[in-house]
């Protein structure tokens, strides 16, 4: 399996809001100091974008990395919780979100610990390429295909192949959790062998779970 890109990294930490700024700061102060920090190009700035139940939100600033390199971050904050989306990986969201909570308690009378996150979750959407298609899950799939194929007419030479698969959570728990999805990406064509995959995962376990799924592939 080959990573061609990443197409959403997210990670999201509950953290309650009353434990970060427990004696009721005001924080519009540290917004601008906030924005010249990671240079976020586009900020919060009228009244209504600073509602933290639609979600305050910091688009377009930069995060350097562990590695040393400059990396496209947005942050949201919400009631309980921050979201930072990278284009990278979970790691880096992750390293950001400690950055910048660890610079907040350091600097500006917040207060933060590794404790203080009650749950971290994650979303990773990446595009890969494999060549083994997801047909060679069970071979019989591969007379079903030319049969379906052959019953649609009128609409020149047409060919269908299994396109998708999914891995769906049972509901049984209190939280729900997104599907483990891999499909072909869409509107490219097949012998492009590109595939478009999204998973509640961070996005290094995003891509070793795609890896065994290419393993069982391939026989």
């Known amino acids: 399996m080959k990573l061609l890109s990443v197409n959403l990294a997210r990670s999201l930490w509950v953290v309650p809001y009353i434990d970060l700024n ?3 700061r005001s924080l519009y102060p540290i917004v601008p ?3 010249d920090r990671y240079k976020f190009l586009k900020p919060p700035q009228k009244p209504e ?4 139940h639609q979600g305050i939100k910091f688009h377009e600033g930069t995060y350097i990395n562990a590695q040393g390199d400059s990396i ?5 904050i919400l009631n ?3 979201v930072a989306d990278t284009r990278s990986s979970t790691a880096d969201c992750d390293g950001f979100l400690t950055d910048g909570l660890a610079w907040l308690a350091g600097e500006h009378g917040l207060s933060f610990s590794e404790k203080m996150v009650r749950l971290r979750a994650y979303v990773s959407e990446v595009y890969v390429s494999t060549e083994y298609p997801l047909r060679f899950l069970n071979p019989k799939l591969a007379g079903f295909e030319k049969l379906l194929s052959s019953q649609v007419s009128g609409y020149g030479d047409i060919s269908y192949e299994l396109a998708a698969i999914s891995f769906g959570a049972d509901p049984k728990g209190m939280i729900k959790l997104a599907p483990f999805r891999l499909e072909r990406a869409e509107g490219v064509p097949f012998s492009e062998n590109r595939y478009y995959s999204a998973a509640p995962l961070q996005t290094e ?9 290419e393993r069982i592939l391939a026989g």
């Open 205 to 213: 376990k995003h891509l070793e779970m795609l890896a065994e799924l």
């Open 72 to 76: 496209l971050v947005n942050l949201t």
């Open 33 to 35: 100091l906030l924005v």
């Open 80 to 82: 309980d919780a921050l």
């Open 49 to 52: 974008d600073f509602d933290q």
């Open 22 to 24: 427990p004696r009721g």
